[in-house]
């Protein structure tokens, strides 16, 4: 029990608890939810287990999918980004690059931010579609539902890492 | 040996992985038949108690608005009351024959109700989680109703909560009629708005008009007859173009559900029974033929 497990956990409930009162609630044009969620996996440090991160993010998707009715959707969407998460980041990295670095505006550059974030968020959100619609799967709300979804969450993760950095 | 566990030691995480991934597909496709997956769902009792809590707080909001509405729906409901019994009575001549009626269809039902504590109508398959569970006498498969027409039909029960397939469900498949037409066909979901859903399989043959109101049929053994459905918007043909699909406007708003009520109907359960020791009885037949003696 380190300040770091308590931040995170801290910082895991005020995450899930956002998406299921607030977020799950928006459907902007009836087919774009925020999933904000991700903002957690994202912020796993370079070199941090990848155990760990994979336990957090299977955790996490647990108790949504507990709240949503989607067992097992949440999780196992959620999992995968945090296994693919080391990857992603890897060839933002030269050589000055601190061990420990977190990824963000600052410390990625803008751009490079922004394509980290585009990468898993989309592989996290066409997943987590994919497996819900599993009953009737119709390609074209696949897509937009998907493709929105995507880009309301990545906004909405710019937005709050912006606020952030000014802090 | 040394080579195994240290090959072990580097992918661990990987291992991890694929256990984790698999644990969460197994939780996914076991979903709808496994009674113990009901802990993974809003009908467990921690995640009931927190969407119970917020729900009274946004309840707490909309309490004028509700109140407003019922009042309204009750003053409607005193004047169509007065205006049939007296039209009743013109016709019998017997003060009595109303209340021994009412009795009668009264006695057969037990009604539970419920709150919504969740509630969904943006997705393929919308669950709606209610406050009661196996400890109010909730039962799996009972009939799940509201004010102003059906809701849906129990699935899981936890012991405080339970959670309901509403209408807006690929799964649900309630077999209705036209009223007074007596043709029936069932009622499904094709997804979209949240107030359309679909009567599949009415015959060719058969004579209505837009408007017509649609009730359950009571075949489906989980309603009795004669709860409201909605009312006939559309006809079209059916992809094989061997009977008619009919869109419904729902007369259930399900975006602002937050009282239901539950049949406990004891003729039902009894009528079920029958329906699936028959089906049974069918299956040995075509299984064993031999075994007919």
């Given at each position: 029990m380190n300040t770091d497990f308590l931040k995170r956990f801290l910082w895991a409930s005020i995450l899930i608890i956002l998406q299921v009162f607030l977020l799950n609630h928006i459907h902007m044009f009836g087919i774009a939810t925020p999933l904000l969620y991700v903002y957690f996996i994202l912020l796993f440090p370079r070199n941090y287990p990848q155990w760990s991160a994979m336990l957090w993010a299977f955790a996490i998707g647990l108790t949504l999918d507990a709240f949503n009715n989607t067992p097992g959707v949440t999780a196992a969407?959620?999992?995968?980004?945090?296994?693919?998460?080391?990857?992603?980041?890897?060839?933002?990295?030269?050589?000055?690059?601190?061990?420990?670095?977190?990824?963000?505006?600052?410390?990625?550059?803008?751009?490079?931010?922004?394509?980290?974030?585009?990468?898993?968020?989309?592989?996290?959100?066409?997943?987590?579609?994919?497996?819900e619609m599993f009953s009737f799967f119709?390609?074209?709300?696949?897509?937009?539902?998907?493709?929105?979804?995507?880009a309301l969450t990545i906004l909405l993760i710019l937005v709050i890492e912006q606020m952030r950095s000014r802090i | 040996?040394?080579?195994?566990?240290?090959?072990?030691?580097?992918?661990?995480?990987?291992?991890?992985?694929?256990?984790?991934?698999?644990?969460?597909?197994?939780?996914?496709?076991?979903?709808?038949?496994?009674?113990?997956?009901?802990?993974?769902?809003?009908?467990?009792?921690?995640?009931?108690?927190?969407?119970?809590?917020?729900?009274?707080?946004?309840?707490?909001?909309?309490?004028?608005?509700?109140?407003?509405?019922?009042?309204?729906?009750n003053?409607?409901?005193?004047?169509?009351?007065?205006?049939?019994?007296?039209?009743?009575?013109?016709?019998?001549?017997?003060?009595?024959?109303?209340?021994?009626?009412?009795?009668?269809?009264?006695?057969?039902?037990?009604?539970?109700?419920?709150?919504?504590v969740a509630n969904s109508i943006n997705r393929e398959d919308n669950l709606i989680t209610i406050n009661k569970g196996s400890w109010d006498g909730v039962r799996k498969d009972m009939g799940v109703?509201?004010?102003?027409?059906?809701?849906?039909?129990?699935?899981?029960?936890?012991i405080h909560y339970s959670v309901v397939i509403p209408v807006l469900n690929s799964k649900s498949n309630i077999s209705c009629s036209i009223s007074g037409r007596n043709y029936f066909g069932y009622?499904?979901?094709?997804?979209?708005?949240?107030?359309?859903?679909?009567?599949?399989?009415?015959?060719?043959?058969?004579?209505?008009?837009?408007?017509?109101?649609?009730?359950?049929?009571?075949?489906?053994?989980?309603?009795?007859v004669g709860v409201l459905v909605g009312k006939v918007k559309h006809v079209y043909n059916s992809k094989?173009?061997?009977?008619?699909?009919?869109?419904?406007?729902?007369?259930?708003d399900f975006g602002t559900l937050r009282d239901v009520c539950l049949i406990d109907d004891s003729s039902i359960l009894e009528q079920r029974h029958v329906i699936e020791a028959a089906r049974d009885s069918m299956k040995n037949l075509t299984q064993d033929p031999t075994s007919e003696e």
């Open positions: 969407s959620l999992t995968l980004i945090a296994a693919l998460q080391p990857f992603a980041i890897r060839p933002f990295l030269s050589r000055e690059s601190s061990e420990t670095l977190i990824p963000g505006m600052r410390t990625l550059g803008v751009f490079n931010f922004i394509v980290y974030i585009f990468v898993l968020t989309t592989i996290h959100i066409f997943t987590f579609f994919s497996l119709n390609l074209i709300e696949w897509a937009e539902c998907a493709g929105a979804s995507t | 040996m040394h080579n195994l566990t240290e090959f072990l030691a580097r992918y661990k995480h990987w291992f991890l992985f694929v256990f984790l991934e698999v644990t969460s597909v197994v939780l996914l496709f076991r979903f709808n038949d496994y009674q113990g997956s009901v802990w993974f769902t809003s009908a467990n009792f921690v995640t009931g108690k927190v969407y119970e809590l917020s729900s009274n707080l946004t309840s707490f909001f909309t309490m004028s608005k509700n109140n407003e509405q019922l009042t309204q729906r003053i409607i409901l005193e004047q169509e009351v007065k205006e049939l019994s007296t039209k009743l009575y013109e016709k019998t001549r017997d003060p009595q024959f109303l209340s021994r009626g009412q009795y009668r269809t009264l006695a057969k039902f037990r009604l539970i109700p419920a709150k919504v109703v509201c004010g102003n027409g059906i809701v849906g039909t129990v699935y899981f029960v936890g009622l499904r979901w094709a997804g979209g708005r949240s107030d359309i859903a679909y009567l599949d399989d009415v015959p060719r043959h058969a004579r209505f008009k837009i408007g017509d109101r649609v009730i359950t049929s009571g075949y489906s053994s989980i309603f009795p094989d173009g061997l009977s008619f699909r009919i869109a419904i406007q729902l007369s259930t």
